[in-house]
């Protein structure tokens, strides 16, 4: 009896002090006038643990209950989430006049203090200008569409009459392709190095920012120790052998190829984290959900497999896709855009405030995070008609890529610089498969949305010869 009355008081003691903190907190933010509505959770963790749970549903019962823009505590910041189409627009526009890339603690540690995402002013604009010389059009065409075309035929072959977990491979895809284009790496000790030590940074990103051993945030900072190592090492080497390989790699070292200003080993180092990171998680999962989708809507792969055997048509079976080639996939890009916005593989964009600033008659504290949540723009049905059906035509629609709300690659000044590269890649990939192979999922498979979009157990396919 003594003991079940013990337990009764500490059980009732947990429940008073759990309400006291709860209590304390919002007292602790609620002093400040002119916050938006919202609850801000527990010290110090806030509300992560429900966001990285609840994921959209969280955010759906937060504009139901407080409107499209509220306050909560996630990710270890006090942040405002805005889901209004308008005010997220002029919110990325506005870059420098209040604001300042936001990013979670633990992506800036882990990406490095020179990531694009994190550094604004000059800094930002030499990145930005050496990420845009990389891949600008004319790169595309002369330099990187080769590379991307050998690769993707190299990766492809020998599909047929294997069971092939598609996401495994998109991966692998994603991160060699990369590597290749980069730095001339292909398939080996080296990659294989690499890889290990990306999916562990990538996991270390999106987590809590405690340093403790074992935790995602741990891993991912002795994942970045390791890459970084492995990343000056290369540039050591490409000094020392004096031989050019006419790579990105190349042009950063030596400031040409219109890169403007020639920048630092560590700058250089964070700049090709952030192409590798960046281009991995983008290409590799709208590639998987890609043939996900067409796999879902047999109209919609009979449509793009006539596209690319039309260019194949005027073609013997060797030749290389040009830049043509690439510009006349028009339903193929549409496929592309329709992915990336049901998929979702963006659920938003980070701001920092520099000052207090307004938004709707409210006023922002600085150092505040502005979560810029595009995701429900991707399902708003006055731009979307049925939001939730894969309907790739409706990029054929004139008009619908320039619409100010388009955000599926960021937007104002922030505006990704590697899209081109990425959807490159992307088409490349769908016009060998496609054309080369048919499918079938095979097994239970699975898919989640957030915070990332991935297939659990893997998205197998049961892959023939077209």
């Known amino acids: 009896m003594a003991l079940l009355l013990l337990f009764v008081v500490l059980a009732a003691a947990a429940v008073v002090a759990s309400s006291l903190l709860l209590r304390w907190n919002e007292v602790r933010y609620s002093r400040r006038r002119g916050l938006p509505p919202g609850t801000m959770g527990w010290p110090l963790f806030g509300e992560t643990t429900e966001f990285l749970k609840q994921g959209p549903s969280f955010m759906k019962a937060r504009r139901l209950r407080y409107g499209s823009l509220f306050r909560t505590h996630i990710l270890g910041c006090p ?107 292909s398939a080996g000790p080296l990659s294989d190095a690499l890889k290990a030590e990306l999916y562990t940074l990538v996991l270390g990103t999106f987590s809590l920012p405690i340093n403790i051993p074992g935790t995602n945030y741990s891993k991912g900072l002795q994942a970045r120790k390791k890459l970084v190592a492995m990343l000056r090492q290369m540039i050591i080497d490409r000094r020392s052998s004096g031989c050019t390989q006419d790579d990105m790699l190349d042009s950063l070292l030596s400031g040409n190829e219109g890169t403007r200003a020639k920048l630092s080993d560590d700058q250089i180092i964070d700049l090709l984290i952030t192409l590798i990171y960046s281009g991995y998680e983008t290409v590799s999962t709208t590639s998987m959900m890609a043939v996900k989708y067409l796999s879902d809507n047999p109209k919609a792969l009979e449509q793009i497999r006539k596209e690319h055997l039309d260019i194949r048509k005027g073609k013997s079976p060797g030749d290389a896709l040009d830049w043509n080639d690439y510009k006349s996939m028009t339903f193929t890009k549409a496929v592309i855009y329709e992915t990336l916005r049901l998929a979702t593989v963006v659920n938003g964009l980070l701001r920092k405030t520099t000052q207090d600033v307004e938004m709707n008659g409210y006023v922002i504290p600085k150092g505040w995070r502005i979560y810029v949540y595009t995701r429900e723009i991707n399902y708003d049905p006055f731009l979307y008609p049925e939001p939730m059906v894969f309907n790739p035509w409706r990029w054929l629609e004139k008009g619908l890529e320039s619409h100010p709300h388009f955000m599926l690659f960021g937007g104002g000044s922030r505006m990704c610089p590697g899209k081109e590269v990425g959807t490159v890649e992307i088409a490349t990939f769908l016009h060998y498969f496609v054309t080369q192979y048919r499918w079938e999922e095979e097994g239970n498979n699975t898919i989640s949305k957030f915070p990332r979009v991935a297939a659990p157990n893997g998205l197998h396919i049961r892959v023939q010869d077209y």
């Open 79 to 185: 942040t405002v989430v805005c889901m209004d189409p308008e005010l997220n627009r002029r919110t990325l526009a506005s870059d420098g006049a209040g604001f300042v890339p936001g990013y979670p603690q633990s992506m800036l540690d882990i990406l490095g203090p020179n990531n694009i995402a994190a550094v604004h002013g000059p800094l930002h604009r030499a990145m930005r200008g050496a990420m845009l010389a990389l891949t600008r059009p004319s790169m595309i065409r002369a330099a990187l569409l080769p590379k991307i075309d050998a690769f993707m035929r190299a990766h492809l072959h020998g599909w047929a009459g294997r069971r092939v977990d598609i996401q495994e491979m998109t991966k692998e895809m994603a991160l060699l392709s990369a590597l290749r284009q980069i730095a001339g790496i």
